[in-house]
């Protein structure tokens, strides 16, 4: 079984959450590549797929949007796994009572449900640093908002354990007897 994990990133959380995906998958094994979806140009020879992307405004990045658009046919063949990360904080309702993953889930992923049927899909927490330069216009400018430092929960809110439950989920639905850690 030959999977392909393919993410969008910016500041490179994305990238960390899908290069543990990929591990786990290796260890329980499955041969998993691990590869930036604008780098993409063939998925022959894949058997399944797992595609992630962070979420700015309730959005995936173009590059992942624009690999499932290029690899519908092929995608819509095989098993595929969705995620996305972005949500910051340890809130897991906000100040309305409203679920805070739920609520951050990507418009993409509508589509992705009825074009893919996913087996399976998950919103990952995400991090920001302050400090970090800025991607993109929109970025630029909320870095000069007065209150802009104070707006965003700074740090590291990915849940490694929760990432490695999920990927070893899709190892099982993968691989029926797959390898113990």
Do not use: C, Q
Not at 63 to 86: C, M, N, Q, Y
């Amino acid at each position: 079984m030959k999977v392909l994990v393919a993410y969008a990133t910016r500041h490179g959380a994305t990238a960390g959450i899908a290069e543990r995906i990929g591990s786990i998958l290796r260890d329980r094994g499955v041969d998993a590549t691990v590869l930036p979806a604008g780098d993409v140009r063939d998925v022959a020879g894949y058997d399944a797929f797992v595609i992630g992307s962070a979420a700015y405004m309730y959005r995936w990045l173009k590059d992942a949007t624009e690999f499932v658009h290029r690899h519908r046919a092929a995608l819509k063949a095989a098993p595929v796994w969705i995620f996305s990360s972005g949500p910051l904080g340890t809130d897991l309702v906000d100040k309305d009572g409203k679920d805070v993953r739920e609520s951050a889930a990507p418009k993409e992923f509508a589509e992705l449900r009825a074009t893919l049927s996913p087996r399976g899909e998950h919103i990952f927490w995400g991090a920001y640093d302050p400090d970090a330069p800025p991607v993109g216009m929109g970025e630029w400018m909320m870095k000069r908002m007065p209150g802009a430092r104070e707006a965003l929960p700074n740090g590291d809110f990915r849940n490694w354990p929760e990432i490695e439950g999920w990927a070893t989920e899709i190892a099982r639905a993968l691989v029926p007897v797959a390898a113990p850690a």
